[in-house]
């Protein structure tokens, strides 16, 4: 599945942003979709997660309580909305999708090509 990206940019700290993630060419909904993030030498983090129905959720500890994880399979999108943000959350964000609702990036076979965030102070 090619998943593609949508949304980030530049917001003042205890604003509000929404990312989009679409996916293409396989069923979207056979799949587990995951937001991942990384910031300047820094790994990859978790952010969140949702199963393929999007019922179940998980979230990294940095974000709980501020972003929420959806999906629109009809739409072949999942999103995650971001509020309260923190300088500290500027990353560029990935989208990702496998089988199995986990935090660890090598468990997710396809990935996005990322969209930067940034959050100024």
């Known amino acids: 599945v090619q998943l593609v990206e949508s949304g980030g940019g530049l917001v003042q700290a205890g604003g509000s942003l929404t990312l989009s993630c679409t996916g293409s060419?396989?069923?979207?909904?056979?799949?587990?979709t995951a937001w991942f993030r990384q910031a300047p030498g820094k790994e990859r983090e978790f952010v969140a997660g949702?199963?393929?129905?999007?019922?179940?959720?998980i979230y990294g500890d940095s974000v709980k309580g501020r972003f929420t994880i959806s999906r629109d399979n009809a739409k072949n999108t999942v999103y995650l909305q971001m509020s309260s943000l923190k300088p500290e959350d500027t990353a560029v964000y990935y989208c990702?999708?496998?089988?199995?609702?986990?935090?660890?990036?090598?468990?997710?076979?396809?990935w996005g090509q990322g969209t930067q965030v940034t959050v100024s102070s």
């Open positions: 949702t199963v393929r129905n999007g019922d179940m959720t």
């Open positions: 060419g396989r069923t979207f909904s056979n799949y587990v």
């Open positions: 990702a999708a496998g089988w199995f609702l986990v935090s660890t990036m090598n468990r997710y076979t396809y």
